[in-house]
DNA sequence: GTCTATATGTTGATAGAC
DNA sequence: GTCTATCAACATATAGAC
């Protein structure tokens, strides 16, 4: 049995929808790249979990390389449209007056716990564009989070008008840098969850979702109030 | 000139001083992981800028792998060294008091900032122990932070008696992402720092070593004393 | 649009001379 | 202890059949 086959009957090259690819290609580059990063990742790995094959990948996506680009586009584009829908909302409602700061941020990170589909990858992928190689994403950092920086950094500058933009600028990134800690999922292997009797604890409430997000914003919030340390 | 010498002369095979190779193999590697990550760089580019070969690296640290274990325990062991001696010595002189919350907080980050050879690359390499392979690092961040973390808890501990070891542990996470990211050098590809007027003032001062020091550790201080997030 | 097959380069690791 | 030479395995990308 099985004899090698007759070339003219090879495998039905069946066109499976193009799109249907393309989303499982940037499906499965969201998982990899964010478990393993970018480099740490091959393109046959890629495709193979995609189901589909190398050239496959290329046709669509022309390199890896832009295959990562695709793949940071696809969530943080909507995120952070959300964040200025949040944003705006806020301004309107508020009138020129200051915002409550603890509403800033929550506009700017409670879209990140929020949907689906940020939920169970592109969180990890948000946290890639701060450890994979800058010649790769540093233009793209400025590319897709420019806008939405200078936005939140103008309420920030409202609540605070005493404050220059680079002092400013310092705690924003204090607080970014917590963030993407947490989006990166090292709140699952915290030193203090070795001991097993906590480790109950905390899984149970705590570390849920909704309670992260509001531990966050409180401890971010304190943060950005608190006076400038004085050059001694 | 320069024609083919006979086999025996080849070149005289120098047995350098072999820690001193060792030593040069370390720092590349901590230069290169910290920039490209660790599948990033590979064991040629290492080497070569180390002034030494592949197989020279391999007789010394046996894999990539081991190399890298090696690269941490380098500068992380005498850091968190530094770190504990800080905390001894404050709480030799408290003698049971709680700490200074701030006291805490610099004992904990001013080895971050002081050593000479830490300033330059080990920074960046600690930033790598959140990004590279979980696989390769998860182990290794338990076995060289648990002791540190466990100490620097308990000392927020006694800051905070009202909490729950959950509570000041998820905090703690907070201040470790802010901390990462300032040393990973996220500052300096700030959203603020796109306008150039800005720029000038921004690296005059605000962002020295000592200064960053200061301003995280007068966040951080706010942040932890926040009072917690009431369960809506 | 998708495949197989292949071109071309690089990787980590090793063998063996010196 | 260090080198050169070489290995098999893997990388990304492309050509061309269907």
């Not at 790249?33 to 669509?60: D, I, K, P």
């Not at 200025?84 to 409670?110: C, F, H, K, Q, S």
């Not at 010649?135 to 005493?162: I, Y």
Request: net charge neutral; aromatic share 6%.
């Amino acid at each position: 049995m099985a004899p090698s086959q007759p070339a003219a009957v090879r495998r039905a090259t069946r066109p499976r929808d193009a799109n249907e690819t393309k989303e499982r290609l940037l499906d499965a580059a969201e998982r990899l790249f964010a478990e393993r990063g970018f480099e740490g990742t091959s393109l046959r790995a890629l495709t193979q979990e995609a189901g589909t094959s190398v050239s496959a990948a290329n046709y669509h996506f022309g390199s890896k390389e832009e295959l990562l680009r695709a793949t940071l586009l696809r969530r943080v584009g909507p995120m952070n449209a959300r964040r200025l829908e949040r944003l705006d909302a806020l301004e309107r409602r508020a009138a020129g007056a200051p915002l409550p700061l603890e509403a800033i941020l929550e506009a700017y990170l409670r879209p990140l716990f929020e949907e689906q589909e940020m939920r169970s990858h592109a969180r990890f992928v948000a946290a890639r564009l701060y450890s994979d190689p800058p010649e790769l994403v540093s233009t793209l950092k400025q590319e897709l989070f420019g806008e939405v920086s200078r936005r939140f950094l103008d309420a920030l500058g409202r609540v605070f008008p005493e404050r220059t933009r680079a002092e400013l600028g310092l705690r924003f990134q204090f607080s970014v840098g917590s963030m993407v800690h947490v989006m990166s999922g090292n709140l699952q292997d915290a030193p203090h969850l070795e001991e097993p009797e906590v480790q109950r604890e905390a899984a149970g409430e705590l570390l849920s979702d909704a309670s992260v997000l509001r531990e966050l914003v409180a401890f971010l919030a304190a943060g950005l109030r608190a006076p400038l340390a004085a050059t001694p």
